[in-house]
């Protein structure tokens, strides 16, 4: 699974790393992808990825202006904004899971698109055994 974090509301830019296996929730994805998360105290809402945005506090729910937007979307398809948060959401394995810092209230995705499929592997030929004699016992 793909991971996609924007900071560009942030600072830092933009970030794609895999989760290995198949997470549970998306939580465990971006977690298992290597971001650092702090969530809200005593609420499951993402706070801080990587410590980012530093200015805001996680002892209370984020301004309706200020958070962590989570979005999904299909290897090389067009993200869509997460109905359900990303502790209770389950990802499909091979799905993209995204963030990106909404502010002003606007919804945007995070800037690049999802990542698409992987070129299928083409096979190698392989030597053909060969007939060869065996010594007698």
Do not use: K
């Amino acid at each position: 699974m793909t991971v996609v974090v924007d900071y560009a509301a942030t600072g830092p830019g933009v970030a794609v790393r895999c989760a290995p296996g198949a997470p549970a929730t998306g939580l465990d994805a971006l977690a298992q992808a290597g971001f650092a998360v702090d969530l809200v105290n005593g609420m499951p809402f993402v706070c801080h990825i990587d410590g980012q945005p530093a200015q805001q506090t996680c002892d209370q729910f984020p301004p309706a202006n200020a958070y962590w937007g989570y979005w999904h979307a299909s290897r090389g398809g067009s993200w869509a904004y997460s109905a359900s948060g990303a502790g209770s959401s389950h990802p499909a394995q091979g799905s993209v899971e995204g963030w990106a810092f909404e502010t002003n209230g606007q919804e945007l995705p995070p800037s690049v698109a999802p990542p698409a499929a992987a070129p299928a592997a083409t096979p190698r030929p392989t030597a053909s055994p060969t007939a060869r004699a065996t010594a007698a016992a």
